[in-house]
Nanobody, 119 residues
Framework: VQLQASGGGLVQAGGSLSLSCAAS????????MGWYRQAPGKQRELVAA???????NYADSVKGRFTISRDTAKNTAYLQMNSLKPEDTAVYYC??????????????WGQGTLVTVSS
């Protein structure tokens, strides 16, 4: 199984970016998918998560600015980030709770994509 994250980059404060996370492999079902971030010198934190049924939750710091969504048919999750702030600068990681055709269930992580917000 691979999670391929993309869409990071450099943006000015107040701008927008959209991240994608595509899962591939011997996948029977993807349960929850999520986005985490890790800023320099800080612990990795949950940004947003979405269940297989579409229920989402967000960190307080991004509520109203970020939107998580998913396309079940494409095994892909998205993170739309608006009104970006310098404090959103971090490496963003996606993860997914995946059930394989072998009936093994595990959490997988993408490689991380850097988001830099300049002031």
């Amino acid at each position: 199984v691979q999670l391929q994250a993309s869409g990071g980059g450099l943006v000015q404060a107040g701008g927008s970016l959209s991240l994608s996370c595509a899962a591939s492999g011997n996948i029977l079902k993807i349960n929850a998918m999520g986005w985490y971030r890790q800023a320099p010198g800080k612990q990795r934190e949950l940004v947003a998560a979405i269940s297989s049924g579409g229920t989402s939750n967000y960190a307080d710091s991004v509520k109203g600015r970020f939107t998580i969504s998913r396309d079940t048919a494409k095994n892909t999750a998205y993170l739309q980030m608006n009104s970006l702030k310098p404090e959103d600068t971090a490496v963003y990681y996606c993860n997914a709770d995946i059930l394989l055709f072998t009936m093994t269930r595990s959490t997988y992580w993408g490689q991380g994509t850097l988001v830099t917000v300049s002031s």
